[in-house]
């Protein structure tokens, strides 16, 4: 069977699908899965080409976000069944509750486990949930990691309600799935991005006001302009140590901060006075459980919230499809299909 790992030479250039044996029949607890598309996360760039944390053994299988078929399950698997159409969850043993250490154990395609951009995998059954049926398998895909960052993110700050303004910066997954969210719960955003075509995308999806961060550097006091100097509620940062400072200056008095992406580097330096002046909370985000997955599901459904997918390619065009979020040129979400 085909599988993509985490390149010997970690060059994006020298990603290509190779082969793998079969896995065995599920034993107890576990489900046997027909993957069909996989969804990319920026985390699977930093495995594949051994970034910092993320560097990973040789052979690795990369990816958390799939969806596929049971084939099979093992014994004590009552929660599913053969030609369930299931998702994957990055940390499968992140069921409910708060995280803790033994939840955060074992993610999905990085350093501790195997992923799972591979054509069958063997799972343990109680980290798979049901997929939603108004999606497609390429929209469904995309759920587990950026659409579950931004629910997250969005509840744990009590923004996911009417009246709330919220910050999302960029186009990809996770700022594209906290707008949509925001804008269904009736929430007012503002979406920053560098292409104005792309902000024009934005405001198409709901967003009431854009601020283009190549044009204006200091962009966090365009946001306090446009929401009457007091800020947002929650400002949800992608960039990490490039956009953290502005994404505080944006941010109203008790207001949080949602640092859920580090495009622009681990190490920030930051203005300690400004948060303690404005009583913010800086909240990190790690993805969410398999519960929490759930009840977004539910929810998704209510509202037929639509994921924006930028493109899908062939397994065997893994390389361009990594290249292409390298350079930051997607809008949405990127899928490879087997």
Same mark, same amino acid.
Request: hydrophobic share 45%.
């Given at each position: 069977? =085909?599988?993509l790992?985490?390149?010997?030479?970690?060059?994006?250039?020298?990603?290509?699908?190779?082969?793998?044996?079969?896995?065995?029949?599920?034993?107890?607890?576990?489900a046997?899965?027909?993957?069909?598309?996989?969804?990319?996360?920026?985390?699977?760039?930093?495995?594949?080409? @051994?970034?910092?944390?993320?560097?990973?053994?040789?052979?690795?299988?990369?990816?958390?976000?799939?969806?596929?078929?049971?084939?099979?399950?093992?014994p004590?698997?009552?929660?599913? /069944?053969?030609?369930d159409?299931?998702?994957?969850?990055?940390?499968?043993n992140? &069921?409910?509750?708060?995280?803790? &250490? !033994?939840?955060?154990?074992?993610?999905?395609?990085?350093?501790?486990?195997?992923g799972?951009?591979?054509e069958?995998i063997?799972?343990?059954?109680?980290?798979?949930?049901?997929?939603?049926?108004?999606?497609?398998?390429?929209?469904?895909?995309?759920?587990p990691?950026?659409?579950?960052?931004?629910?997250?993110?969005?509840t744990?700050?009590?923004?996911?309600?009417?009246?709330? /303004?919220?910050?999302? !910066?960029?186009?990809? *997954?996770?700022? $594209?799935?906290?707008?949509? #969210?925001?804008?269904?719960? *009736?929430a007012k955003?503002?979406? %920053?991005?560098?292409?104005?075509?792309?902000?024009?995308?934005? =405001?198409e999806? @709901?967003?009431?006001? %854009?601020?283009?961060?190549?044009?204006?550097?200091d962009?966090?006091? !365009?946001?306090?302009?446009?929401t009457?100097?007091?800020?947002?509620?929650?400002?949800?940062?992608?960039?990490?140590?490039?956009?953290?400072?502005?994404?505080? $200056?944006? %941010?109203?008095?008790?207001?949080?901060v949602?640092i859920?992406?580090?495009?622009? @580097?681990?190490?920030?330096?930051?203005?300690?006075?400004?948060?303690?002046?404005?009583?913010?909370?800086?909240?990190? #985000?790690?993805?969410?459980? =398999? %519960?929490?997955? +759930? +009840?977004?599901?539910?929810?998704? +459904?209510?509202?037929?919230?639509?994921?924006?997918?930028?493109?899908?390619y062939p397994?065997?065009?893994?390389?361009?499809?990594?290249?292409?979020?390298?350079? @930051?040129?997607?809008?949405?979400?990127?899928?490879?299909?087997f």
């Open positions: 069977m =085909r599988v790992e985490v390149p010997r030479s970690h060059r994006l250039e020298d990603l290509a699908p190779t082969e793998r044996p079969e896995p065995p029949a599920p034993g107890p607890g576990q046997l899965v027909q993957i069909s598309v996989v969804s990319l996360n920026y985390r699977d760039l930093l495995v594949a080409t @051994g970034h910092d944390r993320w560097l990973s053994p040789d052979g690795r299988i990369l990816g958390s976000d799939g969806i596929g078929k049971v084939i099979a399950v093992g004590g698997v009552e929660r599913l /069944e053969p030609g159409r299931v998702l994957t969850t990055i940390l499968p992140w &069921i409910s509750g708060p995280l803790t &250490i !033994e939840k955060r154990s074992g993610g999905l395609g990085g350093p501790a486990a195997d799972v951009f591979a069958r063997l799972l343990d059954a109680s980290g798979l949930t049901l997929a939603p049926d108004y999606l497609t398998d390429a929209q469904a895909a995309t759920l990691v950026a659409a579950l960052t931004a629910w997250h993110a969005l744990r700050a009590n923004a996911l309600r009417a009246g709330a /303004e919220v910050l999302v !910066e960029g186009t990809g *997954g996770v700022s $594209l799935f906290a707008l949509q #969210i925001a804008v269904a719960a *009736g955003v503002i979406a %920053t991005s560098r292409s104005s075509a792309k902000l024009a995308r934005l =405001r999806l @709901g967003a009431t006001a %854009t601020v283009n961060y190549r044009d204006r550097p962009w966090g006091q !365009e946001v306090l302009m446009l009457g100097g007091r800020g947002v509620d929650l400002a949800i940062d992608i960039g990490g140590a490039s956009s953290l400072d502005q994404s505080i $200056l944006a %941010t109203a008095i008790g207001g949080a949602s859920v992406g580090l495009v622009g @580097g681990l190490r920030a330096e930051i203005d300690l006075g400004e948060i303690f002046q404005k009583n913010l909370r800086l909240d990190g #985000i790690e993805t969410g459980s =398999r %519960t929490m997955l +759930e +009840e977004m599901i539910a929810w998704f +459904e209510d509202r037929r919230v639509q994921p924006v997918i930028d493109c899908a397994v065997d065009e893994s390389r361009d499809a990594f290249l292409r979020i390298r350079d @930051g040129a997607h809008f949405g979400k990127i899928c490879l299909t």
